[in-house]
């Protein structure tokens, strides 16, 4: 499995921004896709995670109702739609896949991608 992260950039406070996970290399039918964020100096913290056969969605509670994590089965592509953004999000935004783990511990999750930098302006 590979996965290719994309659409981070610098926005002001309140600001929007989409971030996509492109994967490849086999079906994802039976794995868990999310995102993740470490920013300078702090650990890899979860963000939002999604069942990638059923849809079910799960958020931290620091984005619930700001954030919202899609996925296109067409596509194999995952989303990350972050709007009213602060800049306690700013940070390296990571995808990460799993195949038999369904929860939000980061060493759960078996397959990453690179990241992408967010940063949130004041």
């Known amino acids: 499995v590979q996965l290719q992260a994309s659409g981070g950039g610098l926005v002001q406070a309140g600001g929007s921004l989409k971030l996509s996970c492109a994967a490849s290399?086999?079906?994802?039918?039976?794995?868990?896709m999310g995102w993740f964020r470490q920013a300078p100096g702090k650990e890899r913290e979860f963000v939002a995670r999604?069942?990638?056969?059923?849809?079910?969605?799960y958020y931290a509670d620091s984005v619930k109702g700001r954030f919202t994590i899609s996925r296109d089965n067409a596509k194999n592509t995952m989303y990350l739609q972050m709007n009213s953004l602060v800049p306690e999000d700013t940070a390296v935004y990571y995808c990460?896949?799993?195949?038999?783990?369904?929860?939000?511990?980061?060493?759960?999750?078996?397959?990453w991608g690179q990241g992408t930098l967010v940063t949130v302006s004041s």
């Open positions: 990460a896949a799993s195949e038999n783990y369904r929860g939000n511990a980061p060493l759960r999750y078996n397959c």
């Open positions: 290399g086999r079906t994802f039918s039976s794995y868990v």
């Open positions: 999604v069942n990638w056969s059923s849809g079910f969605t």
